[in-house]
């Protein structure tokens, strides 16, 4: 703001010594309000002139998946593949496996061969995690990983 009333002053005193040196009659109070306009004018167009806002919020580009969320999208895939396969596939049982082995060393400090850990997981959960590898439907899913989530 200090910079503008400072250029409006030089402005108006470059005014007043171009029209002085050229011979004409100085009426300082128009060449200020001239000036003044013109200031106002270019301080208008300096603001609000060229930088179009949207009137809607901005979208951010897509930023890549961090790793967890990669991992997610992944199990989700192989999920989804189990349950459309005809064949079983060993891989939700691995990933079954993997969850369960963390959950039972993290708090319990045991593995899956422990004699405990069979009492924490179930025969029905635990035939599963150790037998072939099955079809796996939704609620049956639900129920191991609520299971392995209650170790």
Aim: charged content about 25%; cysteine-free.
């Amino acid at each position: 703001m200090i910079r503008r009333l400072l250029a409006a002053v030089g402005v108006v005193l470059v005014v007043e010594v171009v029209l002085a040196a050229t011979g004409h009659d100085l009426h300082p109070v128009e060449i200020t309000l001239l000036v003044a306009v013109g200031a106002l004018v270019v301080a208008l167009v300096i603001d609000f002139g060229g930088r179009a806002q949207a009137a809607w919020p901005q979208q951010r580009p897509e930023t890549p998946l961090v790793p967890v969320e990669r991992r997610l999208a992944a199990y989700a895939r192989m999920i989804e593949s189990n349950q459309t396969a005809r064949r079983p596939d060993a891989l939700v049982r691995d990933l079954l496996r993997g969850l369960v082995d963390e959950r039972l060393d993290r708090r319990h400090g045991l593995t899956r061969a422990d004699p405990a850990a069979a009492d924490l997981l179930g025969p029905e959960l635990l035939a599963v995690l150790d037998g072939p590898p099955v079809l796996i439907r939704p609620a049956r899913l639900s129920a191991y990983l609520d299971r392995i989530e209650s170790l």
